[in-house]
């Protein structure tokens, strides 16, 4: 299974998701993660959100932020959205009903109803913030990780 994790620069939420899905799905899960706007593209994760992860004992400093793509949505079986502005411009990317099926809101798939199913972004608060958003993706990713191994088998 493929899964992308969608924020708007790609260099705090959605690479905090993908680090914490990938220590907790086996290896035969590829997870990724985009941006809907390219302004960081090629860029470490920021700071904050890499020690937040370190703190965790995950290892996000080596991913690099890329914009997402009209391919993204034929490629991955699941696109994660980090709010609904980003749910709506990854929506309007889609062709077909099929695409639109596999795009929803992160906390709406993990069943956490928390601000309208929108993780808030860190980039202008302090490292508590990112701490607190990493919690929240923790537990999310806990859920949507049951969810991901449950329908396997």
């Known amino acids: 299974m493929k899964i992308l994790v969608v924020c708007l620069g790609n260099i705090c939420r959605s690479p905090l998701a993908e680090g ?7 290896e035969n899960f590829v997870i990724d993660s985009a ?4 302004l960081h593209e090629g860029e470490h994760p920021d700071k ?3 020690e937040t992860a370190e703190n965790h004992g995950i290892t996000i400093g080596k991913q ?3 914009p997402i793509t009209k391919t993204d949505l034929e490629d991955f079986d699941k696109i994660y959205c980090m709010d609904l502005s980003v749910y709506e411009d990854v929506i309007s990317m889609a062709k077909n009903e099929e695409q639109r099926s596999k795009i929803s809101l992160f ?3 993990a069943e956490i109803p928390e601000n309208n199913y929108e993780v808030f972004d860190p980039y202008w608060s302090g490292l ?4 607190k958003v990493y ?3 923790d537990k999310a990713s806990e859920k949507i990780t049951s969810k991901l191994l449950n329908n396997q088998n």
């Open 20 to 26: 914490i899905l990938k220590s907790k799905l086996p």
């Open 35 to 38: 941006g809907t706007i390219s």
């Open 48 to 50: 904050r959100a890499i």
């Open 64 to 66: 690099r932020s890329r």
């Open 107 to 109: 906390l709406e798939a």
């Open 128 to 131: 508590d913030g990112f701490e």
């Open 135 to 137: 919690q929240l993706l």
